[in-house]
């Protein structure tokens, strides 16, 4: 059976860092579309950055500069380095991971397969 499992959450102060790991099962993260999104109490899922088959990435603005995606092919995990974070970026972060396709209109939590159980990111100001 196919799953994800993400690691790595934590709490930490304004302009603390953690890195957040997806580790695939059954399941090459090297090929496909992988994503994070996120999600806080009472507010939707966003897409908060993505990596493209070839490697190309992308990120929603308010992330931009401060978050940076990128896989480890050795290891079939794809990292989510979280920098200078902010009380608003708590919430509980999701790895997905999709066929090409998703990349396409990545920030659509529809266009994914596979869902990670999540894992929480807290900062305190």
């Known amino acids: 059976q196919v799953r994800l499992q993400e690691s790595g959450g934590g709490s930490v102060q304004t302009g603390g860092s953690l890195r957040l790991s997806c580790a695939g099962s059954?399941?090459?993260?090297?090929?496909?579309?992988m994503a994070w999104f996120r999600q806080a109490p009472g507010k939707e899922r966003e897409g908060v950055a993505v990596?493209?088959?070839?490697?190309?990435?992308y990120y929603r603005p308010s992330v931009q500069g401060r978050f940076t995606i990128a896989r480890d092919s050795a290891d079939n995990l794809v990292r989510l380095q979280l920098d200078n974070l902010k009380p608003e970026d708590t919430a509980t972060y999701y790895c997905a991971a999709g066929r090409f396709w998703a990349c396409a209109t990545w920030t659509s939590a529809t266009g994914y397969d596979y869902w990670g159980q999540g894992t929480q990111v807290t900062v305190s100001s």
């Open positions: 059954l399941y090459s993260t090297n090929t496909a579309c």
């Open positions: 990596i493209h088959p070839d490697g190309s990435a």
